[in-house]
């Protein structure tokens, strides 16, 4: 499966290289694994196998926390494009918000603690409000749901 709507097969081909273009370690997944999931691994290889790379660039699709955690805990330097917010038009982006850095939470508009709950696969962090609350919340139409 390519994803949950696609069923077809499918494969994804990915590969690492030097500056000269010289391809240092590949991996082949199913369609369905995240790009993601496999920059680690691929970096791995080519310190086992080569060396340390000094930088690491890659496109949007490995730009997670996780990947950048990864390369800035082992002294590579993450070289990733800049991405555009993705929130939606209409709605409130991640930086009208407050993050209060002590209690680790997100404030909203209307003063409401958002507390962290969860890290995605992809190494993103999820908070999330106490839903009696919001749901009072003038702002609500404003505020993206998953």
């Excluded at 496999?38 to 496109?59: G, H, N, R, S």
């Excluded at 209060?100 to 995605?120: F, N, P, R």
């Excluded at 999330?128 to 749901?145: D, G, Q």
Aim: hydrophobic share 35%; aromatic share 14%; proline share 5%.
């Amino acid at each position: 499966m390519k994803d949950e709507q696609t069923k077809q097969f499918a494969y994804s081909f990915h590969a690492i290289t030097d500056e000269k273009g010289f391809v240092l370690g590949t991996i082949v997944t199913p369609g369905n694994v995240h790009d993601s999931h496999l920059l680690q691994p691929l970096v791995e290889k080519v310190i086992e196998k080569v060396k340390k790379p000094i930088a690491v660039a890659a496109d949007a699709a490995y730009k997670t926390p996780a990947i950048t955690n990864f390369l800035l805990e082992n002294q590579m330097l993450p070289v990733l494009p800049y991405t555009r917010p993705k929130t939606k038009d209409g709605f409130f982006r991640k930086n009208d918000y407050v993050y209060d850095e002590y209690y680790d939470c997100y404030l909203c508009l209307q003063g409401q603690v958002l507390k962290y709950t969860t890290t995605t696969k992809e190494g993103y962090r999820q908070y999330k409000s106490n839903a009696a609350i919001w749901t009072e919340c003038p702002f609500l139409s404003k505020v993206y749901r998953e």
